[in-house]
């Protein structure tokens, strides 16, 4: 038997105004109404209203406005969590509907990929998803914060990072080693000499360093104080293009992984001048939790060894 829903449910689902509920958690989610009017191309008048909207449907504040700043109140962070759970729920749907629907036959993988990951990485884990089945790739390349947030609501299936990653105590994010690469100094071609001697030619010498956000940049300046070695920082980026762009103009010598750095010695761009014993970069592939798994990011997340790709291409070390 049935149990039939109670008057005070059905009044409630009347008047939960889904539209509504999304503009409190894009304002929620971007910190203030100027934000979110912006985003969403709304005026601000428009979203203040909907907001009281709602407040008034649940009876409850759900901001406290503390020097012209909106701080989420205890209902607020509560109705939060409930909407980021609807929408990601909602989101999860619609992509497991339009990757499964019957005029589909390929399987829709949405890559993140942190803009200092190299590019070579990315592209032995693309490479790896065509592999593993009939599939097409989106690649989303950004900064941590914004990629994560893009993870959490599925609107991308797997993560490349080449940092520890910080998980939350949820459980609704997982996260893997996929290998760690040597790194070696590459330099533009006037730069040839100091591979005698090598590392001590280093000293003095102008590098292209990745930014203190990056673990790699840490190591870096442990690996030089063990060595004794003073270095000259001319730039530094997180961006492993724009890197490799400075190293090959001539700017500074660049400290990369070696697969990225070989694909530009190949075409004499960059010269390598020496590998820098005892260091490596590490990767990690981060997933999060889904009702509904898709099948090629699954694969790929139990699966996808950097070791592995280099073997398939031909590039083991």
Known sequence: MTTPTPPD??????WLNYHHLYYFWTIASEGSIAKASSKLRLGQPTLSTQLKNLEDALGQTLFDRRNRRLILTEAGKVAFQYASDIFRLGAEMLEVLQDRG????KTHVQIGALDSVPKSVTLRLTQAAYA?????VS????????????????RIDLLLSNF????DDSGKLRARSVGRVPISVFGAPRFRGLSKRFPQSL???????PTYHSKLRHDLEHFFRTNRITISPVAETQDSSLQKL???SGIGLIPIAEPSGEELARDKSLIRIGRMEGLAEEFWLITSTRKVENPIAAHLAKGFRLQDSQRDSGDDE
């Open 203 to 209: 000293e003095g010498q102008s590098f292209v360093l």
């Open 132 to 136: 593993a089945g009939p599939c097409t």
């Open 246 to 248: 400075l190293g090959s």
């Open 164 to 167: 520890t990653p910080s998980i």
């Open 102 to 105: 019957p005029r589909n036959e």
């Open 9 to 14: 449910t059905i009044r409630a689902l009347q």
């Open 139 to 154: 690649i989303l390349e950004g900064k941590g914060d914004e990629l994560l947030r893009e993870l959490r609501a599925h």
